[in-house]
Every structure is written in structure tokens, then in C-alpha cells.
């Protein structure tokens, strides 16, 4: 009878043992894929802080470097759509990103035609201008400061992208 409990006592132990150590493995894998989540996120909310400072500046500027601080938003742009395509590549369960890719790609297009005109000789529309710096700010903001694997943080960061859509239509 001894013998009968010893042997299922050693198939509890072993089978605890496996079931903590699955438990320690995903816990660790877990931790790991929110840090590298959090810093992709670091960087991306660095870059829109960057094209925030960067559209802030153009209503400082006089007309002769109108051109090259509308040029250097359009780069702030290029390279946020370059952070958020790092952001998808490689943080795992973050959902909401295609469509804020996709509306950073159609607003990125859309001011580059506002720089096109404003190569051709046109002037840029101050009220556009103002526009965007207003919208980014709003969605800067809004921005979650930092990474969590949440509903809060997602809901956060789906009211911070929608200001991206008033945008998506500059040149009417």
C-alpha cells in the first residue's frame, strides 16, 4: 500500500514540477514580448514627438524657409510610417495598427502634394497648416505615454489615431 502512494506521489511531483516550469517559461516569454512591444512603442511615440517639435517650428519660420520646413515635416512624416511599420513587424497583439498605418500613408501622400504645390510657386494654405499642427498635437496627446498589454491601452491608443482622420482629406 506504501509503494502504491510513494509512486503517485512522485507522478504529483513530477507533474507539478512540468506544469511550473510550462508556467515560469510563458510567464518569462510574456514579460519579454511586452518589453519589446514597449520599446517599438518608445520609439514610435519619439517620432511623433519629433514631428510635433518639428510642426510647431513652421509657424515660426517666415516665408523664406517655407519650403524647407513643410519638406521637413513630410520626412517627420515618412519617418513615423517607417516606426509604425517597425511597430507591426514586431510587437505582437497590437490589432489597431494597420488602419493607423494605412491613414499615416494616405495623410503622407496628402501633404506631399501640399509640398509639390508649394514647389511649384503656390503658397500653402496657413489654415492647412495649422490644420495639421492642431491634429497631430491632439493625436500626440492622446497618445498612451507608455506600452501595456491592456483594453485601456488599446482604447487609448484607438481615440489618439482617430485624430489622424481629419488628415486624410488636406487637398479638397
Known amino acids: 500500500m506504501t509503494k502504491k502512494y510513494s509512486k ?28 519589446v512591444n514597449s520599446n517599438y512603442y518608445t520609439g514610435f511615440v519619439s517620432r511623433v514627438q519629433k514631428l510635433d517639435d518639428t510642426l510647431s517650428q513652421t509657424s515660426e519660420v517666415g516665408s523664406n524657409g517655407e ?11 515618412i519617418l513615423v510610417n517607417d516606426r509604425l511599420t517597425l511597430l507591426k513587424e514586431n510587437a505582437k497583439n497590437f490589432s489597431e495598427l494597420n488602419v493607423l498605418i494605412n491613414d499615416f500613408l494616405i495623410f503622407r501622400d496628402e501633404y506631399g502634394y501640399l509640398v509639390k504645390d508649394q514647389l511649384k510657386g503656390n503658397r500653402a494654405d496657413s489654415e492647412v497648416r495649422l490644420k495639421v499642427a492642431k491634429q497631430v498635437k491632439l493625436f500626440l496627446n492622446d497618445l498612451p505615454i507608455e506600452y501595456q498589454s ?15 482622420k481629419p488628415l486624410l482629406h488636406l487637398n479638397f
Open 8 to 35: 503517485i506521489t512522485i507522478v504529483v511531483v513530477v507533474l507539478l514540477l512540468i506544469a511550473s516550469t510550462y508556467i515560469l517559461v510563458e510567464n518569462s516569454m510574456s514579460t519579454k514580448e511586452v518589453e
Open 67 to 77: 519650403i524647407e520646413q513643410m519638406f521637413d515635416v513630410y520626412t517627420s512624416i
Open 150 to 164: 491592456s483594453k485601456g491601452f488599446s482604447d487609448q491608443f484607438s481615440v489618439a489615431a482617430d485624430h489622424i
